[in-house]
């Protein structure tokens, strides 16, 4: 997909992940950190302007070179809540930016597949619709993409007050974008979350290896 210039994305990566003992921006992934799949997701996906939050051990997470190729923002005050990160994202946003990506860096197995799928909703979105969700078995999940029309509403946010509270305050603008990727569904907060969306991810890839594979002998 060609990148849309006006589509930039928001990685929220600024928490302290308490229950998980660790950030999650650095757990690994078979020699790829949870950041480095949340930026070639929507690298891949179609998005090349990223804007990384962060907060607690940023100078650990930039120190490990997995901010390059992102535009990083800090937020000192992200033991506030999320919706702060959220917010010090929005204020760098390019003026001509027409849409955001809210990628949470717990949700690594939401590849590039969904982010072209939501931008391509939004491109061929009819007026009434702004906030692009995916889902899956009807159940919502992430990343999502929000017309930039919001951008207020959302800085008005507590900081600690959910994004969902502006997003699903009007049922109406909301689309849902159905995929197969199960994997938007799951986020880290524990050690044991980030054993499963491990295996999950090693099954993902030992799967697509195994059509790659099936494809050549076919072919």
């Known amino acids: 997909m060609v990148p849309d210039k ?100 717990d949700c690594p197995l939401a590849g590039a597949g969904v982010v072209r799928a939501l931008i391509g909703a939004y491109r061929a979105r009819s007026a009434d619709k702004r906030v692009f969700i995916p889902s899956h078995n009807y159940r919502a999940g992430h990343p999502v993409l929000i017309d930039v029309s919001l951008r207020d509403e959302l800085l008005a946010l507590g900081d600690d007050e959910p994004a969902r509270n502006v997003l699903s305050r009007d049922k109406s603008i909301i689309e849902y974008v159905v995929t197969e990727n199960a994997g938007v569904l799951f986020n880290m907060n524990t050690p044991a979350d980030y054993r499963e969306c491990l295996r999950r991810y090693r099954k993902t890839r030992n799967d697509e290896a195994g059509h790659l594979q099936a494809d050549r002998e076919t072919g």
């Open 6 to 105: 006006k589509i930039a994305a928001i990685v929220l990566a600024a928490g302290r992940s308490e229950r998980m003992g660790s950030p999650k921006a650095l757990l690994d992934f078979d020699g790829k950190t949870c950041l480095a799949l949340a930026k070639n997701a929507c690298h891949e996906g179609g998005v090349n302007n990223i804007i990384v939050v962060l907060g607690y051990r940023a100078d650990d997470i930039i120190a490990a070179g997995e901010t390059d190729g992102m535009q990083t923002a800090l937020n000192r005050n992200w033991r506030a809540g999320r919706s702060s990160s959220l917010k010090t994202g929005l204020r760098e946003l390019p003026e001509d930016t027409a849409a955001l990506l809210m990628f949470p860096v």
